[in-house]
Protein backbone atom coordinates (compact mmCIF):
# COMPACT_ATOMS: atom_id res chain seq x y z
CA UNK A 1 0.00 0.00 0.00
CA UNK A 2 1.36 3.54 -0.94
CA UNK A 3 0.01 6.90 0.44
CA UNK A 4 -2.42 7.58 -3.30
CA UNK A 5 -4.04 4.02 -1.81
CA UNK A 6 -3.77 5.06 1.53
CA UNK A 7 -5.51 8.45 1.26
CA UNK A 8 -8.63 6.89 -1.31
CA UNK A 9 -9.41 4.15 0.78
CA UNK A 10 -9.58 6.81 4.16
CA UNK A 11 -12.16 8.45 1.94
CA UNK A 12 -13.85 5.48 0.62
CA UNK A 13 -14.52 4.54 4.51
CA UNK A 14 -15.11 8.36 5.56
CA UNK A 15 -17.80 9.15 3.39
CA UNK A 16 -19.46 6.02 2.90
CA UNK A 17 -19.69 4.99 6.64
CA UNK A 18 -21.94 7.33 7.88
CA UNK A 19 -24.05 7.18 4.73
CA UNK A 20 -26.85 4.70 4.05
CA UNK A 21 -24.87 2.72 1.22
CA UNK A 22 -22.64 0.69 3.17
CA UNK A 23 -18.50 1.93 4.03
CA UNK A 24 -17.79 -2.31 4.29
CA UNK A 25 -19.52 -3.23 0.56
CA UNK A 26 -17.49 -0.26 -1.01
CA UNK A 27 -13.91 -1.28 0.55
CA UNK A 28 -14.32 -4.62 -0.38
CA UNK A 29 -15.19 -4.06 -4.12
CA UNK A 30 -12.36 -1.17 -3.63
CA UNK A 31 -10.07 -3.32 -2.49
CA UNK A 32 -10.57 -6.10 -5.38
CA UNK A 33 -10.33 -3.41 -7.94
CA UNK A 34 -7.27 -1.63 -6.40
CA UNK A 35 -5.52 -5.11 -5.72
CA UNK A 36 -4.82 -4.02 -2.08
CA UNK A 37 -4.69 -6.82 0.44
CA UNK A 38 -6.44 -6.50 3.72
CA UNK A 39 -4.58 -5.04 6.99
CA UNK A 40 -6.64 -5.14 10.29
CA UNK A 41 -4.18 -2.52 11.39
CA UNK A 42 -5.27 -0.20 8.45
CA UNK A 43 -8.76 -0.80 9.23
CA UNK A 44 -8.60 0.17 12.52
CA UNK A 45 -6.82 2.91 11.99
CA UNK A 46 -10.17 4.25 9.71
CA UNK A 47 -12.39 3.06 12.15
CA UNK A 48 -10.50 5.76 14.61
CA UNK A 49 -11.03 8.27 12.14
CA UNK A 50 -14.50 7.99 11.28
CA UNK A 51 -15.10 7.74 15.15
CA UNK A 52 -13.66 11.03 15.44
CA UNK A 53 -15.62 12.57 13.01
CA UNK A 54 -18.91 11.40 14.77
CA UNK A 55 -17.44 12.40 17.97
CA UNK A 56 -17.08 15.92 16.61
CA UNK A 57 -20.02 16.18 15.14
CA UNK A 58 -22.57 15.26 17.80
CA UNK A 59 -20.12 16.49 20.42
CA UNK A 60 -22.87 18.64 22.27
CA UNK A 61 -25.66 15.66 22.16
CA UNK A 62 -22.52 13.28 23.68
CA UNK A 63 -21.66 15.45 26.06
CA UNK A 64 -25.11 16.20 27.20
CA UNK A 65 -26.04 12.67 27.63
CA UNK A 66 -23.25 12.15 29.63
CA UNK A 67 -23.40 14.93 31.70
CA UNK A 68 -27.51 13.62 31.89
CA UNK A 69 -26.44 10.17 32.89
CA UNK A 70 -23.67 11.60 35.66
CA UNK A 71 -26.33 13.35 36.65
CA UNK A 72 -28.99 10.81 36.59
CA UNK A 73 -31.85 12.97 34.97
CA UNK A 74 -34.54 10.49 33.53
CA UNK A 75 -34.27 11.37 30.12
CA UNK A 76 -30.61 10.60 29.63
CA UNK A 77 -31.14 7.43 31.76
CA UNK A 78 -34.09 6.34 29.50
CA UNK A 79 -31.73 6.82 26.14
CA UNK A 80 -28.90 4.95 27.90
CA UNK A 81 -31.77 2.66 28.66
CA UNK A 82 -32.55 1.94 24.54
CA UNK A 83 -29.23 2.10 23.66
CA UNK A 84 -28.63 -0.57 25.77
CA UNK A 85 -32.05 -2.84 24.25
CA UNK A 86 -30.40 -1.56 20.88
CA UNK A 87 -27.26 -3.42 21.89
CA UNK A 88 -28.18 -6.47 22.66
CA UNK A 89 -29.36 -8.11 19.41
CA UNK A 90 -26.48 -6.47 18.00
CA UNK A 91 -24.13 -8.44 20.04
CA UNK A 92 -25.89 -12.06 19.35
CA UNK A 93 -26.23 -11.68 16.24
CA UNK A 94 -22.40 -10.15 15.47
CA UNK A 95 -21.23 -13.40 17.91
CA UNK A 96 -22.86 -15.75 16.92
CA UNK A 97 -22.81 -14.72 12.87
CA UNK A 98 -19.31 -13.16 12.99
CA UNK A 99 -17.45 -16.54 11.14
CA UNK A 100 -20.09 -16.77 8.45
CA UNK A 101 -20.50 -12.80 7.95
CA UNK A 102 -16.60 -12.35 7.67
CA UNK A 103 -16.67 -14.88 4.82
CA UNK A 104 -18.30 -12.37 2.55
CA UNK A 105 -15.41 -10.39 2.30
CA UNK A 106 -13.31 -12.48 0.12
CA UNK A 107 -16.81 -12.57 -2.15
CA UNK A 108 -17.32 -9.15 -3.99
CA UNK A 109 -19.42 -9.81 -6.38
CA UNK A 110 -22.10 -11.51 -3.39
CA UNK A 111 -21.19 -8.40 -1.69
CA UNK A 112 -22.10 -6.12 -5.24
CA UNK A 113 -25.77 -8.01 -4.36
CA UNK A 114 -26.23 -7.14 -1.05
CA UNK A 115 -25.34 -3.06 -2.00
CA UNK A 116 -28.58 -3.77 -4.48
CA UNK A 117 -30.73 -5.28 -1.37
CA UNK A 118 -29.72 -2.31 0.57
CA UNK A 119 -31.08 0.21 -1.92
CA UNK A 120 -34.21 -1.33 -2.46
CA UNK A 121 -34.72 -1.26 1.33
CA UNK A 122 -34.03 2.49 1.47
CA UNK A 123 -36.68 2.48 -1.59
CA UNK A 124 -39.10 1.23 0.42
CA UNK A 125 -38.45 3.42 3.69
CA UNK A 126 -38.75 6.58 1.33
CA UNK A 127 -41.93 5.77 0.30
CA UNK A 128 -43.66 3.99 3.30
CA UNK A 129 -41.98 5.46 6.58
CA UNK A 130 -43.95 8.39 7.49
CA UNK A 131 -43.72 8.80 11.08
CA UNK A 132 -43.05 11.76 13.55
CA UNK A 133 -42.17 10.02 16.65
CA UNK A 134 -39.38 9.88 19.03
CA UNK A 135 -37.40 6.27 19.90
CA UNK A 136 -38.78 3.85 22.35
CA UNK A 137 -38.20 0.33 23.10
CA UNK A 138 -39.63 -1.47 20.21
CA UNK A 139 -37.77 0.44 17.81
CA UNK A 140 -34.49 0.31 19.54
CA UNK A 141 -35.27 -3.02 19.54
CA UNK A 142 -35.56 -3.29 16.31
CA UNK A 143 -32.53 -0.90 15.37
CA UNK A 144 -30.21 -3.09 16.89
CA UNK A 145 -31.20 -5.83 14.99
CA UNK A 146 -30.64 -4.46 11.80
CA UNK A 147 -27.49 -3.23 13.05
CA UNK A 148 -26.79 -7.07 13.68
CA UNK A 149 -27.50 -7.76 10.30
CA UNK A 150 -25.55 -4.75 8.72
CA UNK A 151 -22.28 -7.08 9.32
CA UNK A 152 -22.70 -8.57 6.56
CA UNK A 153 -20.30 -6.30 4.13
CA UNK A 154 -22.67 -4.48 1.46
CA UNK A 155 -25.96 -4.14 3.88
CA UNK A 156 -25.88 -0.29 5.19
CA UNK A 157 -25.03 -0.13 8.72
CA UNK A 158 -26.79 3.47 9.25
CA UNK A 159 -29.11 2.33 6.04
CA UNK A 160 -30.44 -0.24 7.90
CA UNK A 161 -31.05 1.19 11.43
CA UNK A 162 -32.17 4.58 10.39
CA UNK A 163 -34.74 2.31 8.31
CA UNK A 164 -35.99 0.34 10.55
CA UNK A 165 -36.44 2.97 13.06
CA UNK A 166 -38.09 5.12 10.01
CA UNK A 167 -40.24 2.13 9.54
CA UNK A 168 -41.09 1.77 13.47
CA UNK A 169 -42.53 5.75 13.23
CA UNK A 170 -39.20 7.50 14.12
CA UNK A 171 -38.88 10.84 13.01
CA UNK A 172 -36.23 10.38 10.27
CA UNK A 173 -33.45 13.04 12.12
CA UNK A 174 -34.26 11.70 15.21
CA UNK A 175 -33.85 8.10 13.99
CA UNK A 176 -30.35 9.27 11.97
CA UNK A 177 -28.95 10.62 15.80
CA UNK A 178 -30.14 7.12 17.53
CA UNK A 179 -28.59 5.52 14.78
CA UNK A 180 -25.01 7.23 14.60
CA UNK A 181 -24.88 7.22 18.74
CA UNK A 182 -25.47 3.38 18.72
CA UNK A 183 -22.74 2.99 15.72
CA UNK A 184 -19.98 4.52 17.96
CA UNK A 185 -20.19 1.66 20.59
CA UNK A 186 -20.41 -1.57 17.60
CA UNK A 187 -17.32 0.58 15.83
CA UNK A 188 -15.10 0.50 19.11
CA UNK A 189 -16.31 -3.45 19.95
CA UNK A 190 -15.22 -4.02 16.57
CA UNK A 191 -12.08 -2.14 16.48
CA UNK A 192 -11.34 -4.23 19.81
CA UNK A 193 -11.98 -7.55 17.27
CA UNK A 194 -9.85 -6.56 14.50
CA UNK A 195 -7.05 -5.48 17.22
CA UNK A 196 -7.42 -8.79 18.31
CA UNK A 197 -6.75 -10.58 15.31
CA UNK A 198 -3.99 -8.32 13.80
CA UNK A 199 -1.31 -10.02 12.68
CA UNK A 200 1.51 -7.88 13.40
CA UNK A 201 2.12 -6.31 10.05
CA UNK A 202 3.97 -2.92 10.41
CA UNK A 203 2.17 -0.21 8.39
CA UNK A 204 4.08 2.85 8.25
CA UNK A 205 3.14 6.07 10.56
CA UNK A 206 2.49 8.05 7.46
CA UNK A 207 0.06 5.70 6.25
CA UNK A 208 -1.45 5.46 9.49
CA UNK A 209 -1.95 8.95 9.96
CA UNK A 210 -3.29 9.62 5.97
CA UNK A 211 -5.87 6.77 6.97
CA UNK A 212 -7.02 8.41 9.88
CA UNK A 213 -6.99 12.02 8.72
CA UNK A 214 -8.63 11.32 5.23
CA UNK A 215 -11.35 9.11 6.93
CA UNK A 216 -11.91 12.00 9.61
CA UNK A 217 -12.45 14.71 7.15
CA UNK A 218 -14.48 12.90 4.58
CA UNK A 219 -16.51 11.30 7.77
CA UNK A 220 -17.29 14.49 9.21
CA UNK A 221 -18.76 16.03 5.81
CA UNK A 222 -20.69 13.16 4.82
CA UNK A 223 -22.26 13.21 8.38
CA UNK A 224 -23.44 17.17 7.83
CA UNK A 225 -24.24 16.33 3.76
CA UNK A 226 -26.84 12.90 5.33
CA UNK A 227 -28.19 14.78 8.11
CA UNK A 228 -29.45 17.58 5.41
CA UNK A 229 -30.66 15.51 2.64
CA UNK A 230 -32.54 13.36 5.15
CA UNK A 231 -34.26 16.49 6.60
CA UNK A 232 -35.28 17.36 3.34
CA UNK A 233 -36.40 13.83 2.63
CA UNK A 234 -34.03 12.55 -0.05
CA UNK A 235 -33.48 9.27 1.47
CA UNK A 236 -34.61 7.97 -2.23
CA UNK A 237 -31.38 9.61 -3.58
CA UNK A 238 -29.36 7.04 -1.58
CA UNK A 239 -31.49 4.53 -2.59
CA UNK A 240 -30.99 5.20 -6.30
CA UNK A 241 -27.11 5.17 -6.44
CA UNK A 242 -26.82 1.98 -3.97
CA UNK A 243 -28.91 -0.21 -7.30
CA UNK A 244 -26.88 1.80 -9.64
CA UNK A 245 -23.35 1.08 -8.03
CA UNK A 246 -24.49 -2.23 -7.23
CA UNK A 247 -25.11 -2.89 -10.88
CA UNK A 248 -21.75 -1.52 -11.67
CA UNK A 249 -19.56 -3.12 -8.45
CA UNK A 250 -21.52 -6.67 -9.86
CA UNK A 251 -20.42 -6.20 -13.61
CA UNK A 252 -16.52 -5.30 -12.28
CA UNK A 253 -16.25 -8.14 -10.10
CA UNK A 254 -18.40 -11.14 -11.63
CA UNK A 255 -15.70 -12.92 -12.44
Not at 20 to 44: C, M, Q, R, T, Y
Not at 56 to 69: A, D, E, T, V
Request: aromatic letters at 14%; proline letters at 3%; a positive charge.
Amino acid sequence: MNLFEAIILGLIQGFTEWLPISSSGHLVVAHKLFGIAFSPEFDIALMIGTSLALLLYFRKKIFSLINGIVLLKKPDLYYLKLIIIAGIPTAVIGFVGKKFFESFFALPFIVSLCIIVTGFFLLIVSNYAKGNRGVNEKSAFFSGLAQGIAVMPGISRSGSTIGSLMLCGVKPEKAAEFSFIIGLPAMIIASLLEFSQATGTIIQVDLMLAGIISSFLAGYVSIGFFMSLLKKGKLHYFAYYCILAGILFAFLTFS
